[in-house]
C-alpha cells in the first residue's frame, strides 16, 4: 500500500453572507474533492488539543500522528530543522517575520509577501549590525526568518503577527522575562532597516518597505520518534514553507525540494505533483501541502481564497487522482490542517473535515466535500486519523 496526505492548508472556513451563507470550500468548483468524498468517506478531525494555539505547526505536527501535548516544542525549532540549523542545548530559536508597521498598526505581517531575493539583503544587514555573540540571524523564505538567541529566559508570551493584523502592536509586544531584550533588538532592528536601500526601492516601486521584524514562535530544539520507528514507513515531504519540511525532517521523512514553490497562489504545482510521484515510486508515503488558502485567508481576501481552493482541486487533487487510478495501490486522504477563517484573518481551532479515499475503504454515502456535510461525522485527533489511515481499513 501506498500513502498520500493532500494538505489544503487553513481551506476550512465559516459561512460567508457574500457566498449566501455557505464557505469559500461550498462556494468554490471542487469536482476532484468531491469525487474523494463520494467514492470514499468524509469525516472530521480535530487537529487542535484543547488550550493549545492553532497554529500550523501544532496542527501539522498533530495530522502527522504526534500528539501535540506530548511532542510539541515551539514553531521557529521545526524551521530551523528544515534550514538545517542546528540548535544547541542553550539556544532558544524564534520565528523572525519581516513585517510593515505604520503608525503603530500591524499593516503587513509579510510585507507585501516580500521576494526572497529582498528578505536575503535585509536578513543579511540584520546579521551585520544587530547580530552579537548570543544573536544570530538566518535566512529562510519570503518573509519567514530566523533569529536564535543562546540562554535566553524561558517563560516569554508572543503573538504571532498573522493574528493581528490591523491592529496597534503596543498590547501585542512580548511579555514576561526576556520581554526587554526582544525590544532592544527590535528597536535597533527597526533602525536598520530604516536605512536600507532595498527599502527605498521598495517604497519607489510602489511595495510595502520592511519597516520591523518581529519575534514569535519561539523553542528549544526537540527530537521526534520518526515515522519509521512508528510505523515502519518510509516518506517524503514537499512544501513549500520551512515550518512543513521541518516536521517532515523531525518525523524522519525526505524533503522533496521543488523549484518556483512559493506558497502562494500559482505555485509550481506540476512540480509538486512530480515530486509526490517520484516520493511515492521510492518509499510509502508522501505528505503534500499547499500554502496558498492560508495566505489567503490571512489576507481576508474572498476572490482569491475561492481560487487558492480551486486550484488546489484542479492542480493538485485531481493529479494525484489520476495518479491513484493508474497505480491502484493508492489510498489518499484530502484534508486543511485547521480553518483559516475570512471573518478573523487567522486560524480557529474548529475541527475540520477530511475525505478519505482508495484500497480497503468503504463508500461512506457522501456526495461532497465540505464542512457542513462533514457536520455529522464523529471527530477524531489528527493521531488517531493518521493511525487509521495507515494501519487499518474504513
Known amino acids: 500500500m501506498k500513502y498520500a496526505m493532500l494538505i489544503g492548508d487553513g481551506m476550512a472556513d465559516w ?4 457566498l449566501g451563507n455557505r464557505t ?40 502527522l500522528g504526534y500528539d501535540p501535548m506530548s511532542y510539541y516544542s515551539g514553531r521557529a525549532p521545526i524551521e530551523a530543522a528544515s534550514m538545517g540549523i542546528s540548535l544547541g542545548e542553550e539556544d532558544t530559536a524564534f ?5 510593515t508597521i505604520e503608525n503603530g498598526a500591524m499593516i503587513d505581517y509579510s510585507a507585501g509577501h516580500i521576494s526572497t531575493e529582498d528578505a536575503s539583503e535585509i536578513v543579511t544587514a540584520l546579521q551585520r549590525f544587530c547580530s552579537s555573540e548570543t544573536i544570530r540571524f538566518f535566512t529562510g523564505k519570503s518573509y519567514r526568518h530566523l533569529m536564535v538567541a543562546r540562554a535566553f529566559p524561558d517563560g516569554l508570551t508572543t503573538t504571532p503577527p498573522h493574528d493581528i493584523t490591523g491592529k496597534p502592536v503596543m498590547q501585542f509586544l512580548p511579555q514576561g522575562e526576556g520581554a526587554q531584550e ?3 533588538l527590535s528597536n535597533k532592528a527597526h533602525d536598520v532597516l530604516a536605512g536600507l536601500a532595498v527599502n527605498e526601492k521598495r517604497i519607489a516601486d510602489g511595495k510595502r518597505p520592511v519597516t520591523d521584524v518581529w519575534f514569535w514562535g519561539q523553542g528549544k530544539g526537540r527530537a521526534l520518534p520518526t515515522l519509521a520507528q512508528r510505523f515502519g514507513i518510509t516518506g517524503s515531504v514537499v512544501s513549500a514553507v520551512d515550518l512543513v519540511m521541518g516536521l517532515g525532517v523531525l518525523a524522519g521523512l525526505s524533503v522533496r525540494h521543488v523549484e518556483g514553490a512559493t506558497g502562494y497562489l500559482g505555485t509550481n504545482y506540476a512540480g509538486k505533483v512530480a515530486a509526490a510521484v517520484a516520493a511515492l515510486d521510492e518509499e510509502d508515503f508522501v505528505y503534500l501541502h499547499v500554502e496558498a488558502p492560508d495566505e489567503t485567508g490571512h489576507e481576508g481576501d474572498l476572490q482569491k481564497k475561492v481560487l487558492a481552493i480551486e486550484e488546489f482541486d484542479r492542480c493538485i487533487v485531481g493529479e494525484m487522482l489520476a495518479l491513484q487510478e493508474h497505480r491502484g495501490d493508492l489510498r489518499m486522504i484530502v484534508t486543511p490542517d485547521h480553518p483559516t477563517p475570512l471573518a478573523v484573518r487567522t486560524h480557529c481551532s474548529d475541527p475540520v473535515p477530511f475525505a478519505l479515499c482508495g484500497p480497503g475503504v468503504s463508500r461512506g454515502g457522501y456526495d461532497v466535500y465540505t464542512e457542513l456535510a462533514a457536520q455529522e461525522c464523529d471527530i477524531l485527533t489528527g493521531p488517531v486519523l493518521f493511525n487509521r489511515f495507515i494501519r487499518q481499513a474504513w
Not at 459561512?15 to 457574500?18: F, G
Not at 461550498?26 to 484543547?50: C, F, H, K, Q, S
Not at 520565528?95 to 513585517?99: A, E, G, P, Q, S
Open 15 to 18: 459561512p460567508v453572507a457574500a
Open 24 to 63: 469559500p470550500l461550498e462556494y468554490a468548483d471542487t469536482p476532484n474533492m468531491d469525487r474523494i468524498a463520494a467514492t470514499g468517506t468524509l469525516g472530521l478531525v480535530a487537529t487542535v488539543p484543547p488550550g493549545m494555539n492553532p497554529g500550523s505547526d501544532v496542527a501539522n505536527l498533530s495530522l
Open 95 to 99: 520565528r523572525c517575520n519581516l513585517v
Open 182 to 184: 526582544l525590544a532592544f
